[in-house]
């Protein structure tokens, strides 16, 4: 059940699907049958020789001991990443879907074995830690060994620890799953067409007032008539997190993700309340001018991503994608453009629309030993370039962190999107430079601006928006009809005046993945954008002194660092800081900056 056959349109030429044969063959794929029974019996057997006996290891063995666990994970992932990949590719394969949760059970059945280890490394006193990590085997899982340990505080008893972990399966994993194969069977009446969730939303973008308002009411009434399942979802993974947190002493429904993040609770602070302070110079003024555009005073909610009266958008064939987004990355660093040239010249990108695949764009590290994959939707509009060119900042920067093992190169969120997002920048200066005709240009530099206000302010709100959910779970069941009315109020305050909004965009929150896969995640968007906008102006200053070379090897060396380093340490070599509020205020210039432009261009 790999993918290798090019998909083909007449408009967009072949477009790759993966083969995920690099990691297994198929689901009977013997090799996996053997990894499955191979890390059983390691794990095991790893778990007998060291459970309870950490203390009396020296620093040498408590590293080879590491090293161990590391391999054990990396076949675990291995395992999981094929399964996940498999499944994104058709979630309404009930075959893949029974195969996906098999996997997930017997790889969690496995994993208990193991998770022994993180438990009682954290029992381990710091001067214990410290005297050990002076042998050179535990000295290179350092940065390792200092992330884990920063959960001590929260972590709870062996074998309360031990049951949430099994029980992982039939609770948030099982509602996740429910809410995946949901949205992957839900199809929306168009124009005589059943649509999946990925073609409907992708004509909100359409040149044609009619398709556009005819997608958005679709969506609302799709949507809306299978609310009260999205909201029972929302409410229970809530509580579920509510209850944990409690558990684990977290203050607030958002501490653990900072946690995770590694990044201090006034930063995240700091940019929350920039970008919210900057929503009347921003996306209002903005989304004023758009109306202008468009004749009125205010805008629909479903022009808000149309293209401009006089824009004639063009279809991207992937070849031509393919080339632009490579010659963009080549002309910041050739050695950036050979890692990206790897995904297009091997089958490492499934790039076709098709019923049941997964209806977003991500980039999958799997394991070092392996390499990425990327998935995207792409259908031949500028946006889908820049897509193409964020996910391959993500897979590129995976590949580089690769070098780190597998328990160390991956980044926090707030991080991962660094490389992504800087992609995105490059592509696009290298579009707008080439760009003479001044409609053309002004159609690219809004695009390149309602896509800042999507990642900056709207994914800001979306945080928003979760942390009123979760704060007013607390108090009890969230109604649907106060689902929408929270969703509403961040959309107005967020978007401002110039957008109208009908009781059925009410329903919109409830499709968006981040809420259900990874609550609190889409600040590390918004994190992610400002700090490639800061890194980016400190670029052209670079380039001003002709030391845009250094600058691109400094910045080839944040990559390579995957997880061994904090955000003051990688941004330390740029001379950025991300604890100081100017820091947050220079990256939000930027789109100012555009915004400015557009004004002066009319």
């Known amino acids: 059940m790999t993918a290798t056959a090019a998909e083909s349109t007449d408009a967009l030429g072949a477009l790759p699907t993966w083969d995920l044969s690099d990691l297994y063959t198929g689901p009977e794929c013997p090799r996996l049958k053997a990894d499955l029974d191979r890390v059983e019996r390691e794990a095991q057997a790893f778990h007998q020789r060291h459970a309870g006996k950490l203390p009396s290891l020296s620093g040498k063995e408590l590293g080879q001991a590491v090293a161990a666990y590391e391999a054990l994970d990396e076949t675990l992932t291995r395992i999981m990443s094929y399964a996940g990949l498999l499944y994104a590719g058709d979630q309404s394969d009930g075959?893949?879907?029974?195969?996906?949760?098999?996997?997930?059970?017997?790889?969690?059945?496995?994993?208990?074995?193991?998770?022994?280890?993180?438990?009682?490394?954290?029992?381990?006193?710091?001067?214990?830690?410290?005297?050990?990590?002076?042998?050179?085997?535990?000295?290179?899982?350092?940065?390792?060994?200092?992330?884990?340990?920063?959960?001590?505080?929260?972590?709870?008893?062996?074998?309360?620890?031990?049951?949430?972990?099994?029980?992982?399966?039939?609770?948030?994993?099982?509602?996740?799953?429910?809410?995946?194969?949901?949205?992957?069977?839900?199809?929306?009446?168009?124009?005589?067409?059943?649509?999946?969730?990925?073609?409907?939303?992708?004509?909100?973008?359409?040149?044609?007032?009619?398709?556009?308002?005819?997608?958005?009411?679709?969506?609302?009434?799709?949507?809306?008539?299978?609310?009260?399942?999205?909201?029972?979802?929302?409410?229970?993974?809530?509580?579920?997190?509510?209850?944990?947190?409690?558990?684990?002493?977290?203050?607030?429904?958002?501490?653990?993700?900072?946690?995770?993040?590694?990044?201090?609770?006034?930063?995240?602070?700091?940019?929350?309340?920039?970008?919210?302070?900057?929503?009347?110079?921003?996306?209002?003024?903005?989304?004023?001018?758009?109306?202008?555009?468009?004749?009125?005073?205010?805008?629909?909610?479903?022009?808000?991503?149309?293209?401009?009266?006089?824009?004639?958008?063009?279809?991207?064939?992937?070849?031509?994608?393919?080339?632009?987004?490579?010659?963009?990355?080549?002309?910041?660093?050739?050695?950036?453009?050979?890692?990206?040239?790897?995904?297009?010249?091997?089958?490492?990108?499934?790039?076709?629309?098709?019923?049941?695949?997964?209806?977003?764009?991500?980039?999958?590290?799997?394991?070092?030993?392996?390499?990425?994959?990327?998935?995207?939707?792409?259908?031949?509009?500028?946006?889908d370039v820049m897509t193409l060119a964020h996910e391959l900042g993500h897979g590129v920067h995976q590949v580089l962190a690769g070098g780190q093992g597998h328990l160390q190169s991956d980044t926090p969120l707030t991080l991962a999107e660094t490389a992504s997002v800087f992609g995105e920048m490059l592509t696009f200066r290298g579009l707008l430079a080439a760009e003479t005709d001044p409609a053309r240009r002004r159609a690219l530099l809004a695009g390149k601006v309602e896509d800042m206000l999507n990642t900056v302010v709207r994914q800001t709100a979306f945080y928003d928006f979760e942390r009123r959910v979760h704060s007013e779970r607390r108090q009890g069941e969230l109604s649907e009809e106060r689902l929408g009315e929270i969703w509403l109020a961040v959309q107005t305050e967020s978007l401002g005046p110039a957008l109208r909004f009908d009781a059925g965009y009410a329903t919109y929150w409830s499709y968006i993945p981040h809420f259900i896969h990874s609550p609190f995640y889409v600040y590390a968007y918004a994190f992610g954008d400002c700090l490639v906008n800061s890194l980016y102006a400190a670029f052209e200053e670079a380039s001003a002194h002709n030391e845009s070379n250094a600058f691109a090897r400094r910045y080839l060396e944040m990559l390579a660092a995957g997880g061994t380093k904090r955000h003051k340490e990688l941004l330390a070599p740029f001379g950025l800081d991300a604890t100081d509020p100017a820091f947050w205020h220079k990256g939000l210039g930027m789109l100012k900056g555009f915004i400015d432009e557009l004004e002066a261009l009319g």
Do not use: C
């Open 95 to 383: 075959a893949i879907a029974r195969f996906y949760q098999s996997m997930q059970e017997r790889v969690t059945a496995v994993s208990v074995h193991l998770l022994f280890f993180t438990l009682e490394l954290n029992q381990l006193a710091d001067k214990d830690i410290d005297a050990k990590l002076k042998a050179p085997e535990v000295q290179r899982y350092a940065a390792w060994l200092r992330d884990v340990r920063i959960f001590r505080p929260h972590q709870l008893s062996d074998e309360l620890e031990r049951f949430l972990h099994e029980k992982a399966v039939v609770g948030r994993n099982a509602w996740t799953r429910l809410f995946d194969e949901t949205m992957a069977s839900l199809r929306f009446r168009i124009d005589g067409q059943d649509l999946t969730s990925a073609e409907a939303l992708n004509l909100l973008s359409a040149p044609e007032t009619a398709v556009r308002r005819a997608a958005a009411l679709e969506i609302g009434a799709v949507l809306g008539r299978n609310i009260k399942l999205f909201t029972l979802i929302t409410n229970t993974l809530a509580k579920d997190k509510e209850v944990e947190d409690k558990w684990r002493r977290y203050d607030r429904p958002w501490s653990a993700r900072n946690l995770s993040n590694r990044v201090e609770d006034d930063v995240v602070e700091a940019l929350v309340g920039a970008v919210k302070d900057s929503y009347p110079g921003l996306s209002h003024r903005y989304y004023k001018l758009k109306a202008k555009w468009f004749g009125g005073d205010t805008l629909d909610y479903w022009d808000r991503n149309a293209p401009l009266p006089d824009e004639t958008e063009r279809t991207i064939p992937w070849e031509e994608a393919r080339e632009i987004v490579l010659s963009s990355y080549a002309r910041f660093s050739p050695d950036l453009a050979g890692v990206g040239r790897r995904f297009f010249d091997n089958a490492w990108i499934d790039a076709a629309v098709r019923p049941g695949k997964n209806p977003g764009a991500f980039a999958h590290p799997t394991v070092p030993s392996a390499h990425p994959y990327l998935l995207v939707n792409y259908m031949g509009k500028t946006r």
